[in-house]
């Protein structure tokens, strides 16, 4: 188990996320937000964001993503940038680069791209 500050956003349910993309939704655009987000459909496009996003188990998003803290439990293809934390669980997939202040990558999780950690 990972042990550090971050652990509240791993502990976080669907009920806690202010927005849910719903696991028949297939949106292809720019989604912008500033409260916490759940994608459970597919996404295609770009994510901008300042605040946190669940990709969950079942998602598929091919978009590049910024945001705060960004939770991987699906599938993602594209460039990931967080200003706080980057978590791969090991049912994600990440194809694309990730730059943030901390990453986490679980065994079992699939990642092929080029990791930047920045201050």
Request: net charge negative.
């Amino acid at each position: 188990m990972v042990d550090n500050k971050d652990n509240d956003l791993l502990d976080l349910d669907e009920e806690d996320y202010d927005t849910v993309l719903a696991p028949d939704i297939d949106f292809t655009g720019t989604i912008q937000f500033a409260k916490p987000f759940m994608i459970k459909g597919r996404v295609t496009g770009k994510i901008d964001a300042t605040s946190d996003l669940l990709v969950d188990s079942a998602a598929e998003v091919k978009a590049d993503i910024k945001a705060a803290r960004v939770i991987i439990k699906g599938k993602v293809d594209g460039n990931v940038t967080a200003t706080e934390i980057v978590h791969v669980f090991a049912s994600g997939t990440l194809n694309g680069d990730v730059t943030a202040p901390e990453v986490v990558l679980e065994s079992g999780c699939f990642f092929t791209g080029i990791c930047t950690m920045t201050r």
